[in-house]
């Protein structure tokens, strides 16, 4: 955790209080006044607006009301943008598999935009320092799975993120007032495939735990060698993603290659759709050629859809933003086994409720598809033959609070507390008992 409050106080120096500078005249933003936040700025109304913020992640969109807390200043002619998130959080586990351990996760996000020649350049990098602050390769989480820790398979464990989350370059072209031609570009970072991933969704941004589906939902929000192209036409946007399939290493400091190496060898479309502010919802399929390091023969088919509604409400602040907000998500994603046909479907239902200024109460609510590797002890290897196969779905209830409080300028810290209860499917009761529970604690530090 120092780490990531160390580079906290970095983005603040680096983005001082009250740093202005005279402003481009960017397609989609209000040029007047440039204040510090990019909540305050004029917020966007339409898909394209919201697209040419890049406020998500990878090219995903969000509905084009969701408000997002940034610092900002400018350098000539470039605007440029910082938000982050950090999660100092305990958490205590019951059942024969529970766990308890102390970790972080964390990210932040720097962004760079100007115009150049006839369409808006951004450029755009996300770190996370939970290669360090979370310890042994993975923390505590049942019923999760997905990527190996010292070569075993993650078995009621989420793996940390790696330092270099995204590196890209993002070019807009306006083709009119109502559509946008976009080119994305990353050695590494988020194909069009699924909603925006959990680590930056609002719906789930006061949770500091993974979403038990994010293997089947959008675990490819860290891939390498990424382009995609899109297309925008008022509120309908379609995109094709060319990309390598292979999830990142467990050398999680570098540009490490996956055991395929790093070549463009799968490829996604997604379809999003946002006919109003408050509405967004997306469509996207894949295919994904070898992602799992210990099954490197299995290519992968994965479908995602989702539903995003945004509210904002209450009164006005004296920076321009709303006193309340709620933001909910419906999400489905499957992944389908080419080799034998097997499939794992998770549903998704997340929901949080901004109110009173600093108050946020939130809800999660998930059906994730399993598999057998839940049968086998933590920290083991695979056994010869083995043989990965679906073996029912586990259900996941989690409630959580936090509030915020000023720790400094631009930086606010909110303690907070989330219970999660699961029902296990008849194959896992006599490993997991039938109703094993899990108690996170936590302190959230974000930029704002």
């Excluded at 925006?196 to 994010?214: F, K, V």
């Excluded at 936090?402 to 699961?422: E, I, K, N, W």
């Amino acid at each position: 955790m120092p780490c990531t409050l160390a580079a906290v106080l970095l983005a603040l120096f680096l983005f001082p209080a009250g740093t202005r500078a005279q402003q481009p005249d960017m397609p989609g933003m209000n040029m007047g006044s440039m204040p510090m936040k990019m909540s305050s700025m004029h917020q966007p109304s339409t898909l394209i607006e919201a697209e040419l913020h890049h406020a998500s992640s990878g090219t995903s969109a969000e509905p084009a009301s969701t408000p997002t807390p940034m610092l900002m200043s400018h350098h000539g002619q470039w605007m440029l943008m910082l938000h982050g998130t950090a999660f100092l959080s305990d958490t205590q586990q019951s059942g024969p598999r529970g766990a308890d351990k102390l970790f972080s996760t964390n990210w932040l996000m720097p962004m760079a935009t100007r115009h150049l020649g006839p369409g808006q350049l951004t450029l755009r990098t996300m770190f996370s320092l939970e290669p360090a602050t979370v310890s042994g390769r993975q923390y505590p989480e049942l019923f999760q799975q997905g990527e190996t820790a010292f070569g075993k398979p993650i078995i009621d464990g989420q793996h940390p993120h790696n330092f270099f989350m995204e590196v890209t370059a993002l070019y807009d072209i306006p083709l009119g007032k109502q559509t946008l031609l976009s080119f994305y570009a990353a050695p590494i970072g988020d194909p069009a495939i699924g909603p925006t991933a959990y680590p930056h969704r609002l719906s789930a941004s006061e949770d500091p735990i993974a979403a038990l589906g994010h293997h089947q939902e959008d675990s490819t929000h860290i891939a390498y060698n990424v382009l995609t192209a899109g297309i925008t036409w008022r509120g309908l946007r379609f995109e094709e993603s060319g990309f390598h399939g292979g999830e990142p290493s467990e050398q999680r400091w570098g540009f490490q290659p996956s055991p395929n190496g790093h070549a463009i060898d799968s490829y996604s479309s997604r379809i999003t759709f946002s006919p109003s502010p408050n509405w967004s919802g997306q469509y996207s399929i894949a295919h994904i050629v070898s992602p799992e390091a210990l099954y490197p023969h299995e290519d992968q088919q994965r479908q995602t859809a989702s539903i995003m509604y945004n509210k904002p409400f209450g009164g006005t602040r004296h920076d321009g933003t709303r006193s309340g907000n709620w933001s909910s998500t419906l999400l489905w994603g499957r992944t389908r086994s080419l080799s034998d046909n097997s499939k794992e479907n998770s549903y998704l239902a997340e929901s949080l409720l901004q109110f009173a200024n600093r108050n946020y109460l939130w809800t999660r609510i998930e059906n994730a598809g399993r598999s057998n590797e839940l049968l086998l002890s933590p920290d083991s290897q695979l056994p010869p033959n083995f043989e990965e196969s679906p073996i029912g779905h586990v259900q996941a209830y989690t409630v959580g609070y936090d509030r915020d409080f000023h720790l400094a300028p631009h930086l606010l810290a909110a303690p907070g507390a989330q219970f999660t209860t699961y029902i296990a499917p008849h194959p896992l009761i006599s490993t997991y008992g039938h109703h094993p529970c899990g108690v996170v604690a936590f302190i959230r530090f974000r930029l704002h």
